[in-house]
């Protein structure tokens, strides 16, 4: 069950993160959440595979950081 949990919110702020990039200027900010962006979806790949669990928090987390810095 927290793996699903884990799961939509990782869905939920994707989307939010997606959207805010296209927002946002060319800045650093957007480099930076850009990156951050594009490390999220392979880490969750990974943590679904090999971990589960609480390593799941790890790509909401860059997602979350992403979400913050573009909302700035």
């Given at each position: 069950m ?8 990782f869905?939920w ?7 805010l ?6 800045s ?7 990156i ?10 990974v ?10 928090l ?8 992403a979400?913050a810095?573009?909302?700035?």
């Open positions: 927290f793996e699903i949990l884990c799961t939509i919110l869905v702020l994707f989307i939010k993160v997606f959207g990039v296209f927002k946002v200027a060319w650093l900010t957007k480099v930076f959440a850009t951050l962006f594009v490390m999220a979806l392979p880490a969750l790949i943590c679904f595979i090999f971990a589960g669990g609480l390593l799941l790890i790509p909401v987390g860059l997602l979350g950081l979400f810095l573009l909302s700035t």
